[in-house]
């Protein structure tokens, strides 16, 4: 059970730029140190790089809109753009923009099909 307690701490915890590892332990009552241990046993990647895993997801989610990158970049966990630019491109090899090409907005309207006003 603590496992999954983990993995939803993770998750708000990606949304606070300030949030540790320490503080999510804490909040599950275990020691950082044994808490990092069983996570890495039980997930296959330390808690830190779930974490990051979170932040990344959540940033490329909104960055497939219509949002600057710049924004995206300092108003979400990250500390400027250029962070986010460099942690996109350890996660993905490739560019923020070109995530965005690749599913953004644009990509997605061409599988909605359209409805005509005589049907």
Same mark, same amino acid.
């Given at each position: &059970?603590?496992?999954?307690?983990?993995?939803?701490?993770?998750?708000?915890?990606?949304?606070? &730029? $300030? /949030?540790?590892?320490?503080?999510? /332990?804490? !909040?599950?009552?275990?020691?950082?140190? =044994?808490?990092?241990? /069983? =996570?890495? $046993?039980?997930? +296959?990647? +330390?808690? %830190?790089? /779930?974490?990051?895993?979170?932040? !990344? %997801? *959540?940033?490329?989610?909104?960055?497939?809109?219509?949002?600057?990158?710049?924004?995206?970049?300092?108003?979400? &966990?990250?500390?400027?753009? $250029?962070?986010? $630019?460099?942690?996109? *491109?350890?996660?993905? %090899?490739?560019?923020?923009?070109?995530?965005?090409?690749?599913?953004? &907005?644009?990509?997605?309207?061409?599988?909605?099909?359209?409805?005509?006003?005589?049907?």
């Amino acid at each position: &059970p603590w496992l999954r307690q983990a993995d939803e701490a993770n998750a708000v915890a990606a949304t606070r &730029p $300030s /949030a540790t590892i320490k503080q999510i /332990a804490e !909040i599950l009552e275990l020691h950082p140190v =044994y808490f990092a241990r /069983a =996570y890495r $046993s039980a997930r +296959g990647c +330390g808690p %830190a790089k /779930a974490l990051q895993r979170h932040r !990344i %997801a *959540r940033a490329v989610a909104i960055a497939a809109g219509d949002r600057r990158l710049a924004e995206v970049g300092t108003s979400y &966990p990250f500390a400027h753009q $250029s962070h986010l $630019s460099r942690s996109l *491109r350890a996660a993905f %090899a490739t560019t923020p923009t070109a995530l965005r090409d690749a599913f953004g &907005p644009a990509r997605l309207r061409m599988f909605k099909t359209a409805v005509r006003p005589d049907v």
